[in-house]
T-cell receptor, first 115, second 116 residues
Framework: AQSVAQPEDQVKVAEGNPLTVKCTYSVSGNPYLFWYVQYPNRGLQFLLKYITGDNLVKGSYGFEAEFNKSQTSFHLKKPSALVSDSALYFCAVRSFAGTASKLTFGTGTRLQVTL | AAGVIQSPRHLIKEKRETATLKCYPIPRHDTVYWYQQGPGQDPQFLISFYEKMQSDKGSIPDRFSAQQFSDYHSELNMSSLELGDSALYFC???????????????FGPGTRLTVL
């Protein structure tokens, strides 16, 4: 079964500092990995994905993620955090079954960016 | 750009009542997914439809049923509601078959169901 793990429930960083939100995966076959962000009382917003190709994936709002096959990781990063980045971040892996696919999410990491 | 629309946004029901949640996918998206997110939990996949046929089934209780209509909108029907059904229910849509690897899922704002 495909799964992802987010080892940190919460990450705190000061505005302007780099941030990293960790994610490790366990899949059979090629991984299809995603990051989503959830703001309070809002839906999930797609940030970026890794399907194949370059290990460094760039996404929305200045976020990027580094795919590391040897460490089975897909950490989310941003060079300079903003207070407005404070939200709940989910790593997800796609699995295929039948004629569609589903996402399996990690438990989420709450990012808090302080002034 | 048009997004996934869910209605209602909030719903309050009593135990043992029924509820119907609706999802309108992004235009030209033919695949719809339903997820349930309990308080403080990650979203859990319930069920999906492609071209009006059920394509995958996750941890959906037998009390729940869903379908996708000819206009591609979907409805999640929930009967004999229990307190534990209180959650945020997300609908997501995408286009193409599972083999469309670049087709990420776009999520709606969710319906918050409270069962009293």
């Amino acid at each position: 079964a495909q799964s992802v793990a987010q080892p940190e429930d919460q990450v705190k960083v000061a505005e302007g500092n780099p941030l990293t939100v960790k994610c490790t995966y366990s899949v059979s076959g090629n991984p299809y990995l995603f990051w989503y962000v959830q703001y309070p009382n809002r839906g999930l917003q797609f940030l970026l994905k890794y399907i194949t190709g370059d290990n460094l994936v760039k996404g929305s709002y200045g976020f990027e993620a580094e795919f590391n096959k040897s460490q089975t990781s897909f950490h989310l990063k941003k060079p300079s955090a903003l207070v407005s980045d404070s939200a709940l971040y989910f790593c997800a892996v796609r699995s295929f079954a039948g004629t569609a696919s589903k996402l399996t999410f990690g438990t989420g990491t709450r990012l808090q960016v302080t002034l | 750009a048009a997004g996934v629309i869910q209605s209602p946004r909030h719903l309050i029901k009593e135990k043992r009542e029924t509820a119907t949640l609706k999802c309108y996918p992004i235009p030209r998206h033919d695949t719809v997914y339903w997820y349930q997110q309990g308080p403080g939990q990650d979203p859990q996949f319930l069920i999906s439809f492609y071209e009006k046929m059920q394509s995958d089934k996750g941890s959906i209780p037998d009390r729940f049923s869903a379908q996708q209509f000819s206009d591609y909108h979907s409805e999640l029907n929930m009967s004999s509601l229990e307190l534990g059904d209180s959650a945020l229910y997300f609908c997501a849509s995408s286009s193409g078959l599972a083999g469309g690897m670049n087709n990420e899922q776009f999520f709606g704002p969710g319906t918050r169901l409270t069962v009293l």
